[in-house]
């Protein structure tokens, strides 16, 4: 069971931090993620990491202003996001799965068997 939260309505340029706890699991060999999605649209890959090593995916969109880390001691996952921009608004979802993916499969949401609720994130002035 996954639960995301720290999403809300913030104004361009500010930042959030999403975090995502795991009841019942660990990742240490796994892998975890953060999707998001808008009314209408497929639900499109943000940011994974590998447990295991720390190795780190980003969709080009958000390459230097996002950042998802892990926290091993908690067993949580979190997702800095900085200068936020209007185009970021979306439900943001946290997965899991427990292989350690290659860079190259990251992105593929049918590769994670375990999802979180969401969190809504609003970036409007």
């Known amino acids: 069971q996954l639960q995301a939260c720290g999403g809300g309505l913030v104004q361009p340029g500010v930042s959030l931090r999403l975090s995502c706890a795991a009841a019942g699991r660990t990742f240490s060999t796994g892998t975890t993620g953060w999707f998001r999605q808008t009314p209408g649209q497929e639900r499109e890959f943000v940011a994974a990491?590998?447990?295991?090593?720390?190795?780190?995916g980003y969709r080009d969109s958000v390459k230097g202003r996002f950042t998802i880390s892990r926290d091993t001691s908690k067993n949580t996952m979190h997702l800095q996001m900085n200068s936020l921009k209007p185009e970021d608004t979306a439900v943001y979802y946290c997965?899991?799965?427990?292989?350690?993916?290659?860079?190259?499969?990251?992105?593929?949401?049918?590769?994670?068997?375990?999802w979180g609720q969401g969190t809504e994130v609003t970036v409007s002035s």
């Open positions: 990491i590998r447990w295991a090593d720390k190795s780190t």
């Open positions: 997965a899991a799965t427990t292989k350690g993916l290659i860079s190259s499969s990251r992105s593929s949401a049918n590769l994670y068997h375990a």
